[in-house]
């Protein structure tokens, strides 16, 4: 074997084999635990607990024609507060597999964790080196609430997606980063900033074209349209539930129904920290205030070290959107599992560490995590 044909098997090992198995072991490590911990053999259900049941019935049965109500007449959330992207995608693997609906859910978020974690890796490498790009994809899955690519939630698929979408722009492919932007913004409302982000990507390669002197239409066109295309997601389903109910505020209104999710600036979650470190009640409460805290720190470290500006503005405006907003504080950790830029710091650091040391940050690190989001869905008794 050549030397250049050593440096391309190694490289695709990095790039393939290594990122796999990670996710692979977390996953398995994950399920022992949730075995270990479950009080009954139900973790199938667990796993399909919470907003898994509304995306199931979404991919079986399809979205509710309007609004709903309860007995007394008050308006609740249903199926339409959750984007297509997924439910959409769990029914098509029900149709080519004949898996039933909630095999499918599990079965879409394990690929897509799967496909999360490669990509991942290999933005890592190709923004900082190998090392930084393995630490990231690590972090990924063994953060507390990673848990989340287990189970029937849409995350998994939605990471996968605006990764893709950032190493395609990185590559300058633009025409895939805005398809891979406007499958994310399907997906959750948070492809939002996914697509600002591959906007302030696109703004940056014009910059460059212009000033080059090897500049062409295409180097103009290209971007545009791929921004334009991933702009288009978010706005386009919010349309599609106002026109559907027959009022554009719709999408606002069911999901403040259902699960009190209104952007009040930051009031709520700060109130949330002041309960919860004057008189925290419980130990989740405190341990979900200090993630909090944490998740801040490290986007402010990530802002400092000059992390790739379309990753810094889509982890910065996530941030903003789930810290922003009211709603369930065991969630937040959960929603912030797609940021990705409050990873970027310790990935950074265990990529420069010895070998020694970043394994054994990272392995306490997976056993507190995994073990942290097996205990959330055994023990603790809310959503996530």
């Not at 080196?129 to 953060?143: I, N």
């Not at 002197?213 to 706005?235: M, Y």
């Not at 789930?322 to 940021?339: D, E, I, T």
Request: with cysteine; hydrophobic share 55%; net charge positive.
């Amino acid at each position: 074997m050549t030397r250049a044909n050593e440096i391309t098997q190694r490289a695709r090992t990095t790039l393939f084999a290594f990122p796999l198995g990670i996710y692979a072991l977390s996953r398995l490590v994950q399920l022992a635990l949730l075995w270990w911990m479950s009080p009954d053999d139900k973790i199938r259900d667990r796993l399909l607990a919470w907003d898994g049941g509304h995306f199931v019935r979404v991919a079986e049965e399809g979205y509710p024609a309007g609004y709903t109500y309860d007995g007394e007449g008050h308006l609740t959330g249903n199926g339409l507060a959750f984007f297509p992207g997924y439910p959409m995608t769990v029914r098509l693997v029900h149709l080519v597999t004949r898996l039933d609906y909630g095999t499918a859910a599990i079965t879409v978020s394990w690929l897509a964790g799967a496909v999360a974690a490669v990509l991942l890796c290999a933005l890592g490498t190709r923004l900082y080196d190998e090392r930084v790009g393995l630490s990231l994809t690590a972090l990924f899955c063994l953060q507390p609430m990673s848990m989340a690519l287990s189970m029937g939630y849409s995350e998994a698929l939605f990471t996968a997606l605006v990764v893709g979408m950032l190493l395609f722009a990185h590559r300058g492919d633009w025409l895939l980063a805005g398809a891979f932007g406007l499958a994310a913004g399907l997906t959750r409302p948070t492809g939002a900033a996914a697509a600002i982000a591959l906007a302030v990507a696109a703004g940056m390669a014009i910059y460059r074209d212009r000033k080059s002197t090897e500049s062409t239409p295409a180097g103009i066109w290209k971007p545009v349209l791929g921004a334009a295309v991933a702009l288009a997601g978010v706005p386009a389903y919010l349309l599609w539930v106002g026109l559907r109910v027959g009022d554009l505020g719709a999408w606002f209104d069911i999901q403040t129904a259902g699960w009190g999710t209104t952007f009040d600036y930051g009031s709520s979650t700060l109130s949330f920290l002041h309960d919860a470190f004057k008189a925290g009640d419980g130990w989740i409460q405190v341990s979900i205030a200090w993630m909090l805290v944490g998740v801040v720190i490290l986007a402010v470290l990530a802002v400092v070290r000059r992390v790739w500006p379309p990753l810094t503005v889509y982890g910065l405006i996530v941030l903003v959107l789930v810290l922003g907003q009211a709603g369930y504080f065991h969630s937040k950790p959960r929603l912030l599992v797609p940021a990705l830029l409050i990873l970027v710091p310790p990935a950074i650091a265990l990529g420069r560490a010895r070998p020694r040391t970043a394994a054994l940050v990272l392995a306490a690190c997976g056993v507190f995590g995994l073990w942290y989001g097996s205990y959330l869905i055994t023990v603790w008794h809310y959503a996530i």
